[in-house]
């Protein structure tokens, strides 16, 4: 049975940041709410938002906007290589090249349905195909070799066909072939009350055992499990299919198994005590932004993530709150946050006298950002985050 746990509010698409002459046109918007399945323990958003109208031409997200993810990406490349040897990988969700750029080109097929991302891999002559990922393209890009390794970090989630996805990876994947996927996962999220991992994107988060069981139809199941710090804690799933015997399943899956079960990751219990903190969270973080403003402290907001849709339009913050973002992407730059209208600036080191408090919208790169702002914090600056707890820090 599907059963709803938590209402995030009216939100608008989370990665559809407003140009200023289209401030004042409607924006469509619906009603988030996250529902867990007791039969395969899956938790998914309510609304499944068609694909073209968030994944298209438009799309302004970029991996390799961050250190981090770019020598995660490296790291991974290279254990690949080692440890597979693969001559022939897909990587589904290819953004801008920062996986794909650490395999030779002709080794490599990237597979990116947004057309202005797609183009910056192209032009550096990799091939990259810019369509959606279904079985039809499986079977044409593989008709000849099928793939010995396909790659996929924090883009399967995204898609809400299941059957489509796995479907897909089954028929284009040799019979030794290797999946590997990663993604935010579901423990690290409700342990650290991250609800902002919820947005029309992110159609499912997925946890072990409710992966387990999605796998199972589609002829797949997960041999190994690395859990990674990026993206507030992911995990990393290595793959093979069910009739491959002569790879072993290693001890972390069944450690994995015990441990979101102990947490109670297959109980809607759990899932209605984590709403009654997300709950909290919006009120705390509602009452110092309040307290903030009354002691009229320079708040602005640090990365303009889709994550920060979520928090600002579920706590109902806007430019009353909030004066501005600073963002490095391109894309977002002189646009205005989705719901809540607030005006995104060009990144610029923080000055202590120009800002009091920055809220963390990239929460997620917590390290990367403190280093990058030293001086800010050491001078009294203080950033805000509702992550796992509202603070100032
Ligand atoms: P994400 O959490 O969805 O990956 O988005 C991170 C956003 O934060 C992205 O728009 C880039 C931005 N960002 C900065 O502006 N400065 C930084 O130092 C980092 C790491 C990210």
């Keep these: 049975m599907i059963k709803k746990f938590l209402d995030l509010g009216l939100q608008p698409l989370a990665n559809s940041y407003i140009k200023e002459k289209d401030l004042n046109k409607r924006e469509s918007k619906f009603r988030l709410e996250v529902m867990f399945n007791s039969k395969n323990y899956l938790v998914s958003i309510n609304k499944k938002i ?13 991996s390799s906007q961050s250190n981090t993810m770019k020598n995660s990406f490296k790291k991974i490349a290279e254990e690949i290589k080692k440890r597979f040897k693969p ?6 969700g290819s953004n801008d090249g920062a996986f794909l750029f650490n395999f030779r080109r002709q080794k490599i097929l990237g597979i990116e349905p947004c057309k202005n991302i797609a183009k910056i891999t192209t032009k550096k002559k990799y091939k990259t195909i810019d369509e959606y990922w279904t079985k039809k393209l499986a079977k044409k890009i593989t008709k000849k070799n099928k793939a010995d390794l396909i790659y996929s970090a924090n883009t399967l989630s995204h898609i809400k066909n299941l059957e489509e996805t796995f479907g897909a990876i089954n028929l284009a994947l040799s019979k030794r072939g290797v999946l590997v996927m990663e993604g935010p996962s579901l423990l690290p999220c409700v342990k650290n009350n991250s609800y902002d991992q919820f947005y029309c994107e992110h159609v499912y988060v997925f946890s072990t055992i409710s992966l387990i069981n999605i796998l199972k139809k589609y002829g797949l199941e997960i041999f190994d499990i690395k859990n990674l710090k990026t993206h507030g804690g992911s995990s990393r799933y290595f793959i093979k299919k069910i009739s491959n015997i002569e790879i072993k399943k290693k001890k972390i899956v069944f450690q994995e198994i015990k441990k979101e079960k102990k947490y109670g990751l297959n109980r809607f219990k759990t899932f209605k005590n984590f709403a009654k903190r997300v709950n909290k969270s919006k ?11 009354k002691n009229k402290k320079k708040v602005i907001g640090y990365g303009a993530t889709a994550k920060s849709c979520t928090v600002l339009n579920f706590c109902k913050i806007n430019s009353n709150q909030i004066d501005y973002f600073i963002d490095t992407t391109p894309d977002k730059v002189n646009k205005f ?16 006298n120009q800002v009091d408090v920055v809220f963390l919208g990239a929460w997620n790169f917590k390290d990367e950002i403190f280093k990058k702002e030293k001086l800010f914090r050491k001078k009294g600056g203080k950033f805000l985050t509702h992550v796992p707890k509202v603070r100032l820090i």
């Design 337 to 352: 946050l989705p719901g809540s209208k607030i005006f995104i600036k060009k990144y610029k080191k923080l000055q202590k």
């Design 87 to 92: 001559e022939f990988i897909i990587e589904i």
């Design 50 to 62: 068609a694909t073209n109208k968030m994944f298209n031409s438009d799309y302004p997200y970029r």
């Design 283 to 293: 009120k705390d973080l509602i009452t110092i932004l309040k307290k903030l403003k």
